[in-house]
């Protein structure tokens, strides 16, 4: 079986990590968050690109056979780079606007992403692909990323601040929601709570997921990684630059998977760097 590094700023990525575990219990995973810097959306580009990349090797030291760069603003502003520098396949995560716009029956399509994720390159070439009569509503999701973190998604406090975020794209009728952060589908019981069940909310990670089991498919392939020894349920490390502990305590309370059915530990970043 492969081992599969999942990198994220902080607990978003437990989302992609959830699905991963729903597609693919076999697999071997090192979660690494880099909670004391996050968020990410909020500093600058050559930060996030010399950081996610430092990561992302850090990964393929410890030798993973794949990683998932399980953070949009990662992704948009270092995956090139990681790409580069990294000899193992990196798949990447981006808001699920095209999607979004073929699903929209309105076409009007609410964006929710963070400010460095709206701003960066990559999503506005992914942007001007798609059709000119789908009308995109662009919200940064500023201050969503701490509560979060803080285990916060389901507080009054998080509602409020959401709710203002939410005005603009409800007012312009959006009936589709592009969640265009990977922490932000923790947040969909108070999304539903605001705007109710009929507008579509658009998560990647079931995409993303499908995209590393091609990835793993293909190495097991290459390298003819040996069945025989299958399990059902791999290990799951979880690495954090803040606190293990509390991310493996958030783990267990986001996440839908079982963990007890996995081999679970967790380790300090600054033991294992």
């Known amino acids: 079986m492969s081992l599969v590094g999942v990198f994220d700023s902080g607990v978003g990525g437990l989302s992609i990590l959830d699905e991963a575990l729903r597609q693919l219990p076999e697999h071997d995973y090192i979660y690494l968050a880099d909670s004391a810097n996050a968020p990410y959306g909020e500093k600058s580009s050559e930060w996030i690109a010399a950081r996610s990349l430092h990561l992302c090797q850090f990964l393929a030291r410890a030798n993973c056979d794949a990683i998932v760069v399980a953070c949009n603003t990662a992704t948009a502003e270092a995956i090139k780079h990681i790409r580069a520098q990294v000899n193992i396949p990196v798949v990447g995560v981006e ?149 293990d502990v509390a991310l493996r305590n958030m783990a267990q309370d986001l996440m839908r998977s079982d963990l007890q059915l996995h081999d679970v530990s967790s380790t300090p970043l600054e033991l294992v760097e």
């Open 95 to 243: 808001p699920g606007i095209k999607p979004a716009a073929m699903q929209s029956q309105n076409g009007v399509v609410g964006v929710l992403a963070t400010e460095a994720t709206l701003k960066s390159d990559k999503f506005n070439a992914l942007l001007a692909t798609l059709p000119s009569e789908c009308r995109f509503i662009k919200q940064a999701g500023a201050g969503l990323v701490p509560l979060i973190e803080a285990g916060k998604a389901d507080s009054e406090e998080t509602l409020d601040l959401l709710a203002k975020h939410l005005e603009p794209i409800q007012d312009a009728g959006s009936d589709t929601l592009v969640l265009g952060c990977t922490h932000y589908p923790f947040l969909r019981k108070a999304i539903r709570k605001l705007l109710g069940d009929s507008i579509t909310l658009i998560d990647t990670s079931d995409a993303v997921v499908r995209q590393l089991k091609r990835q793993l498919e293909t190495l097991e392939q290459s390298k003819k990684f040996a069945n025989s020894s299958k399990q059902e349920h791999g290990a799951v490390r979880f690495i954090s630059s803040k606190d």
